[in-house]
Nanobody
Framework: QVQLVESGGGLVQAGDSLRLSCAAS?????????VAWFRQAPGKEREFVAA????????TYADSAKGRFTISRDNTKNTVYLQMNSLTPEDTAVYYC?????????????????WGKGTLVTVSS
């Protein structure tokens, strides 16, 4: 079993940057999981943001994240990161990380395994 804890959220202004972290612990081997970031804005469905393969060599992004967000991981620290630049108010949401046992280029909430409880990102205009 894997426990995930997100951190790094906060209140920032439009144009600012944030780096989110997703720290894993537990009996599972973190490096055997692909990891994705999702977000959920108030009143909206949870949506995919970015994902990274088990070794970190392959990534995929939602169109809304391309060119602004970068996902990375450090398996020695059991941590996945999401660097977010040029934030806009539309990026305001609770951000979650989640695992999956295999890599693909498409991710849906129902297809994920372990989830964290999320970290809130608020971007003011």
């Amino acid at each position: 079993q894997v426990q995930l804890v997100e951190s790094g959220g906060g209140l920032v202004q439009a144009g600012d940057s944030l780096r989110l972290s997703c720290a894993a612990s537990g009996r599972g081997t973190f490096s055997t999981y692909a990891v994705a970031w999702f977000r959920q804005a108030p009143g909206k469905e949870r949506e995919f943001v970015a994902a990274i393969s088990r070794a970190g060599g392959v990534t995929t992004y939602a169109d809304s994240a391309k060119g602004r967000f970068t996902i990375s991981r450090d398996n020695t620290k059991n941590t996945v990161y999401l660097q977010m630049n040029s934030l806009t108010p539309e990026d305001t949401a609770v951000y979650y990380c989640a695992t999956r046992a295999y890599w693909s280029t498409t991710y849906f909430p129902d297809g994920m395994g372990y989830w964290g409880k999320g970290t809130l990102v608020t971007v003011s205009s």
